[in-house]
């Protein structure tokens, strides 16, 4: 070794060269010792145990650096997390740092040297903040007694198990009407943007005839159900998070309930003209709803003379429509027959008097729970007693609050002029009364209004049929049907001036989601059919059916459905002096 100068007793000797073997002693000792610095000083710690040399700033010791051969784990995915590093060379106070993608460094506050090979540290929440940005992590040991450092680029993976955004149960049911039609997601998501998430059923099964992709969406068509039962599947399904350097899973466990046709149907089951008042609670997951109904028929009068009128049948609805958001329950009204004289059926009915019959009640469904949809009431003192909508059932929304409607028949009238028959219900108009006035004039309720009145009668009107309002006497007209918009009822005002009432209308949604756009008729009798999707606003109607009987009959449209039976919503016949048959809601899905 060469050396420029030294001095030895008081000489300077240039250019000094130390030989031999073993060593040179240099000079020791400790940190708090250090004086009289100048830059090219040497010397050896003996605090530190290293050999030093200042470089006209400060002290430098001269050492090893620190290695990192490895981490474990090899990902964090929040503060907190204990890593470990192994490697050598590590000393008492290293500091330990993460350096991001960006270059920026995170210092951990908790290190522990646990050995010359092993050190722990404790991620921080300003590592955590920064690791969706970063992804990849390089890990960094500082021994700051040398100042030497090691680095491990790409070490440390921001990432951790899928998180499940789905809660862990039953994730629906799945009604035989919506069988093919609903699907169902299983979310999860990773902390980490960059990483891929796949989810699969690893244990259990689903519903036969579905299956689950690796974006978590289960579809399918179930296989049915026998009507009345179901069945529940169980299954697992894990979601494996790939990051950069590690792989995670998650598992987690659902159900899917698959349900048989069910098909609810809700009669009369007192007097025929009470008519009925129910409430249909939603399932859980249900998604739409058929439903099949009709109204009320209207009642007869006969003197024994033979100067009467029949009652008119009643009409036909089927139509599958949509739940709402927020609907909860469902009004069911199912019509009572027209009294054979005064009393209207349940369900929008218009009363008679003086022989003149009630009109059948129409059945339908409302939205939302109504506690007293329709009241009983002789709103003239006359003593026809009518079946009129309470305030909150005559301020619904034709376009979300009315779904479906089955119109009630006219009530036949009575006096000298004979065949004083009620219109039939239902159609897209009802059908027209006959009497004194001449033969269907009483006009019936169409889409958008009810049939007209006479000086001493009323006409029908939303969801209600015409009614008298001045008893003349001598003989009386039958009252208006209940529909969507009711029949008319035509009582003049003088003896004898009596007609049947005209028949109220059924109704299923418009053409489009405003009420000015209404339904016409595809079929005889103002009947309407059609086998697609029609968006009334929010709500949907699909395959629906409207219809009338021929105009004279007493009996029932739709008779040949299934759901059909007995004389639901039948007119009571000519020479009889009987209410009308009460009507029938059934709801399947």
Not at 432 to 456: D, F, I, L, M, R
Not at 538 to 557: H, L, M, V
């Amino acid at each position: 070794m060469a050396i420029s100068k030294i001095i030895l007793n008081s000489q300077h000797k240039d250019n000094v060269e130390f030989t031999g073997t073993e060593a040179v002693r240099i000079t020791q000792g400790t940190t708090a010792e250090r004086a009289n610095a100048q830059a090219g000083d040497l010397r050896f710690n003996s605090t530190t145990s290293l050999m030093e040399y200042y470089d006209g700033v400060r002290w430098k010791s001269i050492d090893s650096p620190p290695v990192i051969s490895s981490v474990s784990p090899q990902y964090f995915g929040a503060a907190g997390e204990t890593i470990t590093i192994t490697g050598g060379n590590f000393q008492s106070g290293a500091e330990v740092y993460l350096i991001g993608q960006d270059s920026t460094e995170y210092k951990a506050s908790v290190v522990t040297v646990n050995s010359s090979t092993s050190i722990t540290f404790t991620t921080t929440s300003a590592m955590n903040t920064a690791g969706g940005a970063n992804d990849l992590f390089g890990v960094k040991v500082v021994n700051t007694t040398s100042s030497l450092t090691a680095t491990l680029t790409d070490a440390l993976d921001y990432g951790a198990d899928a998180v499940f955004t789905t809660s862990q149960g039953s994730i629906g049911n799945i009604y035989d009407i919506d069988r093919g039609d609903k699907t169902f997601t299983i979310g999860a998501t990773s902390i980490d943007s960059d990483d891929t998430i796949s989810l699969a059923v690893t244990s259990g099964s689903l519903p036969t005839g579905m299956s689950m992709n690796t974006s978590g969406v289960i579809s399918g068509t179930p296989s049915q159900e026998t009507a009345g039962s179901s069945s529940t599947y169980n299954f697992t399904v894990t979601a494996t998070v790939t990051g950069e350097i590690e792989t995670f899973t998650s598992t987690r466990n659902f159900s899917i309930t698959v349900f048989g046709l069910i098909a609810t149907t809700y009669d009369v089951t007192g007097d025929d003209r009470d008519g009925a008042l129910n409430v249909f609670t939603i399932p859980a997951g249900l998604t739409k709803l058929q439903t099949k109904m009709w109204g009320g028929g209207g009642g007869s009068y006969y003197d024994g003379s033979g100067n009467n009128g029949q009652g008119g049948s009643a009409g036909f609805t089927d139509t599958t429509f949509n739940v709402l958001s927020g609907e909860a329950y469902y009004t069911i009204i199912t019509a009572g027959g027209g009294g054979a004289n005064a009393r209207a059926g349940y369900g929008g009915g218009g009363g008679g008097v003086n022989g003149g019959s009630a009109g059948g009640g129409a059945s339908m469904i409302l939205s939302g729970n109504i506690s007293t949809p329709f009241l009983q009431q002789d709103s003239y003192g006359i003593g026809n007693l009518n079946s009129e909508p309470s305030s909150t059932t005559s301020s619904l929304s034709p376009v979300t609050g009315v779904i479906a409607v089955a119109g009630g028949g006219g009530g036949g009238g009575w006096y000298v002029i004979n065949n004083q028959h009620g219109g039939n219900g239902g159609g897209l108009t009802g059908g027209a009364g006959s009497g004194y006035w001449g033969t269907g004039t009483t006009p019936g309720g169409t889409q958008t209004a009810g049939g007209s009145g006479k000086p001493y009668s009323q006409g029908g009107s939303y969801l209600l049929g015409g009614n008298v309002t001045n008893n003349a006497s001598n003989g009386g007209s039958g009252g208006g049907g209940g529909g969507f918009y009711g029949g008319g009822c035509w009582q003049g005002s003088t003896g004898g001036e009596n007609n049947g009432g005209g028949g109220g209308s059924g109704f299923a949604g418009y053409v489009d989601g405003t009420s000015s756009t209404v339904l016409t008729a595809t079929g005889s009798y103002s009947s309407y059919t059609d086998t697609t999707t029609r968006t009334n606003g929010d709500r949907t109607y699909t395959n629906t059916s409207i219809i009338r009987s021929a105009d004279r009959s007493t009996t029932a449209a739709g008779t040949s459905d299934s759901y059909y039976s007995g004389t639901i919503g039948n007119g009571a016949a000519i020479g009889s002096n009987a209410a009308g048959s009460p009507g029938r809601v059934v709801v399947i899905y």
